[in-house]
T-cell receptor, first 114, second 113 residues
Framework: GENVEQHPSTLSVQEGDSAVIKCTYS??????FPWYKQELGKRPQLIID?????GEKKDQRIAVTLNKTAKHFSLHITETQPEDSAVYFC?????????????FGTGTRLTVIP | NAGVTQTPKFQVLKTGQSMTLQCAQD?????MYWYRQDPGMGLRLIYY???????DKGEVPNGYNVSRLNKREFSLRLESAAPSQTSVYFC????????????FGEGSRLTVL
């Protein structure tokens, strides 16, 4: 099965700085790479995703990049704000139809220091 | 429109007891999932149901059973609870083909003594 590794496990940045979280995956058949944000005591929620036919995707202060050859993808958050503090999970999936079986990384706890 | 609703939110069991976690979604989604979340281990898939009438094992199915009761409901049963099953359990759903976003429930915190 798929194995997703995520680094770092914890990350502290000053408000206004950028944050980068990196993930690698093992299954070259994986074609969908979402990122979920989980605030303390809450449910995970999708913040951005990318498919394997795209190298980069951006949504306001959040961007994701994908390198299929190296099998790694990254989340970039610019101009960080205190409300960005949360645990972020990357995931990978190869489902074409039917169920979307996501394999998650172990999470990165991001702390934005005001 | 409540999204994904799971019950109970908290449960304490003794080793060997059984219980069922209930999950329902009102978004007309085809696929449903049960994940467990443990510190430092991310979210791991226990079982999933690609569509009504089908269920399949995920990464960590041992000690669990599931039932897809109808399109809306997907339950997770622990027949004989063990301390290793102490975790936070999340139910989730996706629309299916072409839309892969997972919508999660609020989670159920289970403690097995």
């Amino acid at each position: 099965g798929e194995n997703v590794e995520q680094h770092p496990s914890t990350l502290s940045v000053q408000e206004g700085d950028s944050a980068v979280i990196k993930c690698t995956y093992s299954d070259s058949a994986s074609n969908y790479f979402p990122w979920y944000k989980q605030e303390l005591g809450k449910r995970p929620q999708l913040i951005i995703d990318i498919r394997s036919n795209v190298g980069e995707k951006k949504d306001q202060r959040i961007a994701v990049t994908l390198n299929k050859t190296a099998k790694h993808f990254s989340l970039h958050i610019t101009e960080t704000q205190p409300e960005d503090s949360a645990v972020y999970f990357c995931a990978a999936s190869w489902a074409q139809t039917g169920a979307n079986n996501l394999f998650f990384g172990t999470g990165t706890r991001l702390t934005v220091i005001p | 429109n409540a999204g994904v609703t799971q019950t109970p939110k908290f449960q304490v069991l003794k080793t060997g007891q059984s219980m069922t976690l209930q999950c329902a979604q009102d978004m007309n989604h085809n696929s449903m999932y049960w994940y467990r979340q443990d510190p430092g281990m991310g979210l791991r898939l226990i079982y999933y149901s690609a569509s009504e009438g089908t269920t399949d094992k995920g990464e960590v199915p041992n000690g669990y059973n599931v039932s897809r009761l109808n399109k809306r409901e997907f339950s997770l049963r622990l027949e004989s609870a063990a301390p290793s099953q102490t975790s936070v359990y999340f139910c989730a759903s996706t629309r299916g083909v072409g839309n892969r976003e997972l919508f999660f429930g609020e989670g159920s915190r289970l403690t097995v003594l």
